[in-house]
């Protein structure tokens, strides 16, 4: 289906992306940027990825499909510095677990290739993080979120759903602020409650007898 999968950031979520769409035959070859170079030679070395750029540009540039795979955080700088080298029928995607700044994001940076972004969450991961953790099977029976734009081009949107689909997963589509409410209410508060009593139980003079305990 696709040429060239440009993967930005090559830890669990972008490994496992693009080890699953190898499996499924989806894609000929893989070019994949991380920060660091240890972690390309690992990608390189598990197979993971078939060449490793030492630029965002150079993962990105000739692909037909990039996932943008880093911390949200990391999000606009990245955008900004491939919207240039984006090809015009390239699909583009994140997996971002907020849309609504991620979406903002794209609108300042992206400028026409925002009609090649379809923001997406896969409702996957584990308790460990790295590209040694990444496996083609993380997202067969998860929920996967596409939180398309008005301006994303129709065909993109159902050439996401269609391959997060051949993936295995269960596929959703709902706007950026609906998401970003559901989660913030099912994951990031349960999160943060979690967070608090952990901290709560850390000011105990008795914390490590009763974290042992647990």
């Not at 499996?23 to 598990?46: C, F, H, N, P």
């Not at 998860?142 to 993936?167: D, F, H, M």
């Amino acid at each position: 289906m696709f040429e060239q999968l440009g993967l930005i950031g090559c830890g669990l979520m972008g490994g496992s992306f693009a080890l699953a769409l190898k499996e499924a035959g989806l894609v000929r070859q893989v070019v994949g940027y991380s920060k660091s170079e240890r972690t390309r030679e690992r990608a390189l070395e598990l197979g993971v990825i078939d060449c490793a750029a030492t630029t965002l540009e150079d993962a990105v540039e000739g692909s037909d499909i990039v996932l943008l795979a880093v911390p949200v955080a990391a999000t606009q700088e990245s955008l900004a510095t491939i919207a240039s080298v984006l090809g015009s029928r390239a699909l583009l995607m994140d997996v971002g677990s907020t849309k609504s700044d991620v979406v903002a994001a794209a609108r300042e940076t992206l400028g026409e290739r925002l009609a090649n972004f379809v923001p997406a969450h896969p409702i996957a991961g584990k308790e460990s993080a790295g590209i040694d953790h990444a496996e083609a099977c993380l997202y067969r029976e998860r929920q996967l979120i596409l939180t398309p734009l008005p301006e994303t081009r129709p065909e993109l949107v159902e050439l996401a759903a269609e391959l997060w689909t051949l993936l295995g997963s269960q596929v959703l589509q709902m706007s950026p602020e609906r998401h970003d409410a559901a989660y913030a209410t099912v994951s990031h508060l349960p999160h943060l409650l979690a967070f608090s009593a952990i901290s709560a139980i850390l000011t105990q003079p008795q914390a490590d007898e009763l974290l042992a305990l647990a």
